[in-house]
């Protein structure tokens, strides 16, 4: 079965550089989240859509934005890193009944993002 | 503000015992509950998905049951094997809030 493909899965940046961190969800899967999971954190919660419009929002700083394409696959943008952005970046998705009976979840392998 | 509490933090025990991880939220008022498996370095896992009208969900050797009045969840691992060592993650709700964790090491 098709799981949630995210890619790079490895990236190293410099300070104050970009970079976009892409993931294409499960199919006909309707809604997509992003989390960040810090060097022994839980994960957490930074942005997800609902059919292409943000539905929700955590903890994603400024300098990050996201979206999500007619494709129904999504891009998180991450701008002026810093070195406190290193970690594991998770998407993942799932398939939103009207809001209440939300399927199970799957999460992508993540991307592991170090910034030097 | 929901928040998931993971007891215990960490747990060892000997190849073929049966053990219990618990999961506890301070809102009740959740849609569903899912439990994860996480491996050091690597993605995670879905083990089981429990809906708020359901009370548990069986999978293998897993069994996850939920309380919703009482704010709690545990997951039964039957006959612990090695290959079960990982990072046990319980999260809640749409999006998910998850817990720390519990670190299960089985010992052959």
């Known amino acids: 079965a098709a799981g949630v493909i995210q890619s790079p899965r490895h990236l190293i940046k410099e300070k104050r550089e970009t970079a976009t961190l892409k993931c294409y969800p499960i199919p006909r899967h309707d809604t997509v989240y992003w989390y960040q999971q810090g060097p022994g954190q839980d994960p957490q919660f930074l942005i997800s859509?609902?059919?292409?419009?943000?539905?929700d929002k955590g903890s994603i700083p400024d300098r990050f934005s996201a979206q999500q394409f007619s494709d129904y696959h999504s891009e998180l943008n991450m701008s002026s890193l810093e070195l406190g952005d290193s970690a594991l970046y998770f998407c993942?998705?799932?398939?939103?009944?009207?809001?209440?009976?939300?399927?199970?979840?799957?999460f992508g392998q993540g991307t592991r993002l170090t910034v030097v | 503000k929901q928040e998931v509490t993971q007891i215990p933090a960490a747990l060892s025990v000997p190849e073929g015992e049966n053990l219990v991880l618990n999961c506890s939220f301070t809102?009740?008022?959740?849609?569903?509950l899912q439990w994860f498996r996480q491996d050091p370095g690597k993605g995670l896992t879905s083990l089981l998905l429990?809906?708020?009208?359901?009370r548990e969900q069986t999978s293998g050797r897993l069994n996850a049951s939920l309380d919703k009045s009482s704010g709690r969840s545990t997951l039964y691992i039957a006959a612990s094997q090695p290959g079960d060592s990982a990072t046990y993650l319980c999260?809640?709700?749409?999006?998910?809030?998850f817990g720390k964790g519990t670190r299960l090491s089985v010992i052959a």
């Open positions: 859509f609902y059919e292409k419009m943000q539905s």
């Open positions: 993942a998705s799932s398939l939103d009944r009207e809001g209440t009976q939300r399927t199970e979840a799957f």
């Open positions: 429990i809906q708020s009208s359901q």
């Open positions: 809102d009740s008022a959740i849609y569903n």
């Open positions: 999260a809640v709700d749409t999006p998910l809030v």
